[in-house]
T-cell receptor
């Protein structure tokens, strides 16, 4: 059974550009969350979607947006990229609440130059 | 904003030694989860503890959730080089909408 898949695995963008990151959850999982992990730190919560509805939003600027599709896959969009947006972006899926635990993908390494 | 303080940040020990990692908060969480992360990979769930005072064992790893559900610890017995990695604790808010992660403990076990 496939795990959480994220694409692309690596990405290099220029300041001011826009980026779209994609995530496919484990089959049967209806919840998708996005996290940003800067080198040397723990992941920071960005968004959670459940049944295509936004359930939670972290302390990130409006340049960050996301959506969940009918097949439960998700996209994270970041506009007007800044150097500080360079990080590992992680997607996690779960059956519902975290009592079941979250399964993380391998992430997308975004470098902004 | 709920915060989790994890200590120590770095730990380098010899094979066969025991160690404990601590995760503390002033907030109550509905569950506390421990993950292990390898370079270039996402975190992998080790255990979820839900009930205050709960203790779970996973081979040489013992996880404990504080009675007040604000803190947790991870104890590794007879560490092995394969235990090397970044250990992260994460608390889930009662709303179930997000995980708050600690800063992580980078463990290195030398042969």
């Amino acid at each position: 059974d496939a795990g959480v898949t994220q694409s692309p695995t690596h990405l290099i963008k220029t300041r001011g550009q826009h980026v779209t990151l994609r995530c496919s959850p484990i089959s049967g999982h209806k919840s998708v969350s996005w996290y940003q992990q800067v080198l040397g730190q723990g992941p920071q919560f960005i968004f959670q979607y459940y049944e295509k509805e936004e359930r939670g939003r972290g302390n990130f600027p409006d340049r960050f947006s996301a959506r969940q599709f009918p097949n439960y896959s998700s996209e994270l969009n970041v506009n007007a990229l800044l150097l500080g947006d360079s990080a590992l972006y992680l997607c996690a899926s779960s059956l519902g609440t975290g009592v079941y635990g979250y399964t993380f993908g391998s992430g997308t390494r975004l470098t902004v130059v | 904003t709920q915060l989790l303080e994890q200590s120590p940040q770095f730990l380098s020990i010899q094979e066969g030694e025991n160690l404990t990692v601590y995760c503390n908060s002033s907030s109550v969480f509905s569950s506390l989860q421990w993950y292990r992360q390898e370079p270039g990979e996402g975190p992998v769930l080790l255990v979820t503890v839900v009930t205050g005072g709960e203790v779970k064992k996973l081979k040489r790893l013992t996880f404990q959730f504080g009675d007040a559900r604000k803190d947790s610890s991870l104890h590794i017995t007879a560490a092995q080089p394969g235990d090397t990695g970044l250990y992260l604790c994460a608390g889930e808010e009662t709303s179930g909408s997000r995980l708050t992660f600690g800063e992580g403990t980078q463990l290195t076990v030398n042969p």
